[in-house]
């Protein structure tokens, strides 16, 4: 199964930059928006038009500071607005800064999110625990080659995060197409995060 997906954290006015090179490649990923950043950006809900949105807390605190119902306020308080203002479902989240707190799956449980995404790499993509999905690379300078040893041979699953500083910074967007110029190469489809660990998780229930 030759499937990759792309992931872009914090929402700020650097997406843009990320959302034209998706356009002009034909494809969609899935941006996860903390409400500060989404309803400061000077990004529009339209923007993002065609691709999927996934949490990302209300503040971007480290959850790791907060106590649980901290935690719980955070997750469950992003939800409504950013579901209300894009008119698309949220089954997604992305720690901030990577970071997993405690007993965080019921309050996932409790408000509907289906995946949640870590930076842990985890070069065989499977899913172990749906709650802290690992990725194949960050895109900065050392995204072609995981992605190229990936693709060679029987074809693994791809998962490439970018955050706000990666999407700022030097030829990373060039990094980015010659990424998905790769992955197209060798026919693998790009789909958002929930239809792609939706399927690796159908996929592993087969076997």
Known sequence: MKIATLSFDDGDVTARAALKV??????????????????????TADEYAGHEI?????????????????????IEGCLPLL????ERPVRCFAYPYGLVPM?????????????ARTVETDATQTV?????MGITCLLDRGTVAPVAEAT?????????VGHAWHLAKGDNM?????AIALLKRHDYEIVPNAEYWDR????????
Request: aromatic residues 10%; charged residues 25%.
């Open 83 to 86: 579901r209300c203002n894009t």
């Open 128 to 132: 172990q625990d749906r709650f802290r």
């Open 200 to 207: 690796l998780s159908h996929e592993g229930e087969a076997q």
């Open 22 to 43: 998706l356009a002009a490649e034909g494809v969609s990923a899935t941006f996860y928006l903390p409400l500060s950043q989404f309803f400061g950006s000077g990004l």
């Open 174 to 178: 060039g990094l980015l197409e010659r």
């Open 103 to 115: 007993n965080v799956e019921q309050v996932f449980e409790d408000c509907g999110i289906a995946w």
């Open 152 to 160: 060679a041979g029987a074809g693994r699953p791809v998962h490439i």
């Open 54 to 74: 996934g949490a990302h807390t209300k503040t971007h605190r480290s959850l790791l500071a907060l106590t649980y119902e901290e935690v719980r306020d955070e």
